[in-house]
């Protein structure tokens, strides 16, 4: 059963900057990150497979995602942030290769998530 923590949410005025991190306890090859903002439902925002990434379009050019070379470590620099941006975010892993990268229901693990605020 593998643990996953996130840090590094925060609140920060619109065009600002946060990086999370999420710490695995077990190396994994396929992880991601969702968000959920009040009222809406969990959306994927970003995940990397196999060393591949990729993005839900509102996010890219301004997220990038990557993982460290113990494959336990991912991380989410956000870049130009907005008050749409604003939810908790949540790391996720899965055991096998996911068929959809966006699909909630091929992560096997999920951590607590950390918040982030986007409002001037």
């Known amino acids: 059963q593998a643990q996953l923590v996130e840090s590094g949410g925060g609140s920060v005025r619109p065009g600002g900057s946060l990086r999370l991190s999420c710490a695995a306890s077990?190396?994994?090859?396929?992880m991601a990150w969702f968000r959920q903002a009040p009222g809406k439902e969990r959306e994927a925002v970003a995940s990397?497979?196999?060393?591949?990434?990729e993005y839900v379009d509102s996010v890219l050019g301004r997220f990038a995602i990557w993982q460290d070379n113990t494959m336990k470590n991912l991380y989410l620099q956000m870049r130009t942030l907005a008050p749409e941006d604003t939810g908790m975010y949540y790391c996720a892993a899965a055991r096998k290769r996911p068929d959809s990268w966006a699909a909630r229901r091929e992560y096997d693990f999920w951590g607590q998530g950390t918040q982030v605020t986007v409002s001037s």
């Open positions: 077990s190396a994994s090859n396929y």
């Open positions: 990397i497979r196999d060393g591949a990434s």
